[in-house]
């Protein structure tokens, strides 16, 4: 659950970010909830710093499912914006959450070839 800014102050995006370790689907499902009214908040995902809404103070109680590509490095993420700090929080509760992991083989490819780089600069 994250949790929007509620202490008088905004504009505010409270977010949370991860880098994709592999390319792949991100999946996840959601729900969007506030006590406030207008559409002063809202929740959504983040991809390399673009903000896509899901949801706003419009649309409590409202839900869904996300599944998109991304690429190895993309920075992933959630975001609650708050657009007046005030009148109760924004939250967006995400669940099934799945994210493109490397496949085993890649994983030891990367570790040879570190271990090979070590020996080379050990030689010269």
């Known amino acids: 659950i994250l949790t929007g800014n509620n202490n008088g102050t905004g504009p505010i995006d409270t977010d949370y970010t991860i880098a994709a370790v592999a390319s792949g689907t991100w999946t996840f499902d959601w729900l969007y909830n506030t ?6 908040d809202s929740g959504g995902y983040l991809r ?3 903000y896509t809404v899901l949801s706003n ?7 869904g499912n996300v599944s998109i ?3 190895a490095g993309d920075v992933i993420g959630f ?4 657009a007046d700090g005030a009148f109760g929080p924004g939250s967006i509760t995400i669940s099934n ?4 992991v490397p496949a085993p083989g890649s994983l030891a490819l990367l570790g040879l070839a570190a271990v090979g780089g070590a020996r080379r600069r050990r030689r010269e």
């Open 35 to 40: 006590p406030d009214t207008g559409t002063y």
């Open 48 to 50: 390399n710093g673009v």
């Open 57 to 63: 103070n419009l649309t409590p109680g409202a839900s």
């Open 69 to 71: 590509g991304v690429n």
């Open 79 to 82: 975001r609650v914006f708050s």
């Open 97 to 100: 959450f799945s994210a493109p």
